[in-house]
Structures are given as structure tokens and as C-alpha cells.
């Protein structure tokens, strides 16, 4: 049976960022995911992530974010591949949304830059965007998107080229310890690792059962699309990405991308799922659709026009929608990375660095006490 140093489960976008930061640093890595990434299956395609820095979910988020930030710039200068656009991020919502107060303050404590608009100062910047009087928004200016599978990629071409052995199209069947390492069963066969890194997205639950841990995680169906749209009004060139805090719902979306219209998701709601018999043809819930198009026609009306493509991704949720990453509380050498609630990718590269420093060095540069797994335990 052969032997790594360390294996990851999953190399998806924390696993595979995670892999480059291992072999980076000349230590003997096994990457397995069942698929081939990027890929369509799991939570990193469709193109592109938004990134923001001034974040709604908590204060505690903003180091990350701005960790996050200088390792895709890294790995943008690296790879010698665009990773990044940066268009400004616009944060809308009425006037005690909560989501928008934590903006205001993140900025704030972290000396962030960030514009606070009026309505009608958005109206006038953005002939676009349909904002009622009693809303507001928070424009970050040095925050944009990523180009999701390209960051992938990125990462795969330097692991690779750094040492990293990748196998692809492996379903891994079940995880257990001895009294030194880890097994890992494959479809195939067994490989053997002295420390483990289990970051295996909507399929971690079966995997982190079979070592004993029980997380809280539901993947859900979530969908995107995107609407032929007025390219003088949407355009990436003169259109931030955005996200809105209704008082029901939350949407997020996207300029439109060398012609490519609007692209615009529904960030609560969906449903739960299993993995492996999600229904992934765009459609075939009248929501699919539907909501977005209904929040467009309310706020963007000039990019609700015919639908140009949607897909199907998914998000694994937590209760409190903050991620699960941490050490195995009686195998210090597996650490795993889970939940991320569809506000993961961003924070994909901070995350793969912070699991390779787990595995090897114990701890991590960065706070990770909110993404403790013992917060459930109650």
C-alpha cells in the first residue's frame, strides 16, 4: 500500500488550494477527487465567485477575506492566469438591514474602503438599478469576482507541478485510522497517509462519519442564471457585482461578462438534497427561473430579458451558515473543511493555506475558533 505524507479527500476548491500549499512546501501529497476538476458537480462552476472584504456575515470574516485576496493575487502572478476582476462589489438592502450595518462596520474597524450610497446616488451612478427610496447601498470598491474554474485550475497546474500526485475520477468509499496513520478505500484500492484532509463538499457527511465525527451539513440545490441584458447599462466594464438583502430573500449577481448577460442567483431557500441523485436540469423547478427573474424585472428591469443559459450547483449548508474547519478532536493529524454555505469560494485560497498549516504545523496564522466543530456540540 502506498504511502503519502498527506492525503486529501475532495479536491475541489479548498482541497485543491490546499494541495498546492502542501507540495509547496515538499511535502509528499495524494490529492482524490471523484470527478475531474474543475468540474460541473459540486460548488465551484459557473464561471465566477464574487469576492468582498467589508463582510455582511461577520466582522470576524474580514482577515480571511483580505488573506484570501493576496493569495489569489499570488496565484494570479504564479499561474499567469486572470483570476480576478475588479469591478466593485455593491451591497444593497433597506435602511435597518442587519447585513448592511455589519458592512458598515467591518469597514470601519478594518480601515475598508467603502462608499455609503442614498438611493437616489445609486439611481444617478447606475441608470440600471431600480432602488426604492427606503434602501441603501455599500459600494466596496476594491472587491469584484473571481474567475471560479480558472482559480481551479491555477491551482491544479502549480500543485502538480510542485510534486502533488492527483487522482481523478476515484470515488473514495470509506476513511479509518490505525494506531499511526489513516487508510483511505477507494473504488480501486487503498492508499495509506500520515495526516489526512478531508474536503470532500457535499459528500463529506458518509466520509466524516466513517471517522467518527458528526457534522451538521445539508447540501441544497441552488441555481444560476443568466438574461440577455442592455450591455450599455450591464456591462463589466461600467457594473459592479452585487448583492441584495430583500426582507424575504437575499440575490447576488453578476455584469455581464464579455456579452454574456446578467448572471443572477437566489443566495437563501432551495433544496435539500443527496448528492448523488440531484435533479441537475435547469428548469425543473419553476423557481429556477422564476425567482430570478422576478427580482430582475423589480430592480434591474433592462437585464430581465430572455434567458441565455442556467445551471445546477449546490450548497452545503451549516445551522448557522458559518464553515466547519478544524482537527479531529482524537486524531490531531485529520483535519477537515466543510459547510461553506455558498459563501465558501472566496475564501478558498485562505482556506487551503490554513489546512496545509493544521496539518503541519498544528495551528494556522489565522483565527479559525468561529469554524469550530465544537459549537454544535451543545
Same mark, same amino acid.
Given at each position: ?63 480571511? %477575506? ?31 438591514? %442587519? ?33 426604492? =427610496? =427606503? ?21 491544479? =497546474? ?5 510534486? %502533488? ?160 474547519? =478544524? ?52
Amino acid at each position: 500500500m502506498q504511502t503519502y505524507e498527506v492525503i486529501i479527500v475532495g479536491a475541489g476548491s479548498m482541497g485543491m488550494a490546499a494541495g498546492y500549499y502542501l507540495a509547496k512546501r515538499g511535502v509528499s501529497t495524494l490529492m482524490i477527487d471523484a470527478f475531474d476538476p474543475p468540474h460541473t458537480m459540486g460548488s465551484h462552476h459557473g464561471d465566477t465567485r464574487i469576492i468582498r472584504h467589508a463582510y455582511g456575515e461577520g466582522k470576524q470574516y474580514v482577515p480571511f %477575506a483580505l488573506r484570501a485576496q493576496e493569495l489569489w493575487r499570488e496565484l494570479e502572478e504564479a499561474s499567469g492566469m486572470k483570476l480576478f476582476s475588479q469591478t466593485g462589489v455593491l451591497s444593497a438592502g433597506a435602511k435597518d438591514c %442587519a447585513f448592511l450595518q455589519e458592512v458598515r462596520e467591518s469597514a470601519e474597524r478594518y480601515s475598508l474602503p467603502l462608499e455609503v450610497l442614498s438611493a437616489r446616488e445609486v439611481r444617478e451612478r447606475w441608470a440600471g438599478i431600480n432602488l426604492p =427610496d =427606503d434602501f441603501y447601498a455599500c459600494l466596496e470598491p476594491a472587491s469584484g469576482y473571481l474567475y471560479s474554474e480558472n482559480c481551479i485550475r491555477a491551482y491544479r =497546474d502549480l500543485a502538480v507541478a510542485s510534486g %502533488a500526485e492527483l487522482l481523478v475520477h476515484t470515488k473514495v468509499t470509506s476513511l479509518q485510522t490505525d494506531q499511526e496513520d489513516v487508510i483511505v478505500h477507494t473504488d480501486s484500492q487503498s492508499y495509506r497517509g500520515k495526516k489526512l484532509l478531508v474536503s470532500a463538499g457535499a459528500w463529506n457527511s458518509p466520509l466524516l462519519h466513517s471517522l467518527g465525527l458528526s457534522v451538521p451539513l445539508v447540501p441544497t440545490r441552488k441555481t444560476v442564471a443568466w438574461f440577455g441584458a442592455e450591455e450599455s447599462l450591464y456591462s463589466s466594464d461600467r457594473f459592479p457585482a452585487f448583492v441584495f438583502q430583500l426582507s424575504d430573500s437575499i440575490y447576488y449577481g453578476f455584469p455581464s461578462i464579455d456579452g454574456s448577460g446578467v448572471k443572477i442567483g437566489r443566495h437563501d431557500g432551495g433544496q435539500a438534497i443527496d448528492p448523488d441523485t440531484l435533479e441537475r436540469t435547469f428548469g425543473s423547478f419553476l423557481s429556477d427561473e422564476g425567482d430570478v427573474r422576478g427580482f430582475l424585472e423589480t430592480y434591474m428591469p433592462q437585464a430581465a430579458g430572455a434567458l441565455r443559459q442556467g445551471r445546477v450547483c449546490i450548497y452545503t449548508m451549516t445551522p448557522d451558515e458559518h464553515f466547519v474547519i =478544524d482537527r479531529h478532536p482524537e486524531h490531531p493529524g485529520i483535519v477537515f473543511a466543510a459547510g461553506f454555505s455558498g459563501h465558501g469560494f472566496k475564501f478558498a485560497s485562505a482556506v487551503g493555506e490554513a489546512t496545509s498549516q493544521l496539518l503541519l504545523d498544528g495551528t494556522s496564522t489565522l483565527d479559525l475558533s468561529i469554524f469550530s466543530l465544537s459549537r454544535f456540540s451543545s
